[in-house]
């Protein structure tokens, strides 16, 4: 009986986060304020966190919250560093061949929710046992740890490729040197 | 919380996600379109994981390399965005139509 009854509540809890993260999430292009944008979808992701933790999946959804939230503050700083209207004082819609968007995104929903309702996948035999977290642990740095350890340095390359890319300057002088087209008539040797 | 229940969340998740990539404007609204999608992906891997694979410890691994699959692109995409701004001060695609820098 007990069992049930955290059943129900798992269940309520589950669908009323589905509908947060989904009804966030539109709003994030429906929001006049970029600012406000980011932070839409930082509650889009804390509700996808939360179904992560009804599913055991505990880690992953604490660490996804952890990063979402890192990751929002930076994007809200780069709105108000680039952007117009980052405090949404000015309705704004900024869209383009948004009909085609629009059923773009419908198409995309309605095919995989059929292949979510309708196709039949295996059904576990298991359910996740509580130490989830202590499994993943052993996981990461057991069997996968080849995989993991290859993530680890893709990222890392990618880290500093794109501190490369964003830099001003470079080693040799500034970072768009040499892609600068020469002058018409060669003056002082030909250097750009 | 049935596995299908899970994937229509994750489904429509990943709609608004494909709508805001093709529709917005300003790059870091892109972004957070392609965001999305991977949110959706994250979120039906663990609904299989969870339902599906018996909560074998493997499902978790390809969750957190699409967590660092995201990671990546908001590193790449912000690089590029400050780049963009720097070289042509464009901050919607509307601005790159010219691919000659």
Known sequence: ?192 | MTLPGLLVVAAALFGIGVYGALSQQSFVMIMMGLELMLNAAILAAVAFWARSAGGTPKGQLLAVVVMAVMAVEAAVGFALVTNIYRIRKADITEKLKALRG
């Not at chain 1, 959804?61 to 952007?83: N, P, R």
């Open chain 1, 1 to 192: 009986m007990e069992q049930d009854g955290e059943r129900v509540l798992s269940d309520l809890v589950f669908w009323l986060a589905g509908a947060v993260a989904v009804f966030t999430a539109w709003r994030v292009f429906r929001t006049d304020s970029m600012v406000r944008a980011a932070y839409w979808l930082m509650a889009s992701f804390v509700a996808v966190g939360v179904i992560l933790v009804l599913l055991h999946a505990d880690f992953l959804g604490l660490v996804l919250l952890l990063m979402m939230a890192g990751e929002m503050t930076i994007m809200a700083i780069f709105m108000v560093m680039f952007m117009m209207n980052p405090a949404g004082l000015n309705p704004m819609m900024m869209v383009h061949q948004h009909r085609t968007s629009i059923v773009a995104g419908v198409v995309a929903f309605l095919g995989l929710a059929a292949v979510g309702v309708f196709a039949v996948f295996p059904v576990a035999l298991a359910v996740p046992t509580p130490d989830t977290t202590a499994q993943l642990g052993r996981e990461l740095l057991g069997d996968s740890m080849l995989v993991f350890e290859t993530a680890g340095v893709a990222l890392f390359a990618t880290m500093i490729g794109a501190i490369a890319i964003a830099s001003e300057r470079g080693r040799y002088g500034t970072a768009d040197e040499g892609s600068v087209e020469p002058p018409a008539e060669l003056t002082n040797g030909g250097a750009p």
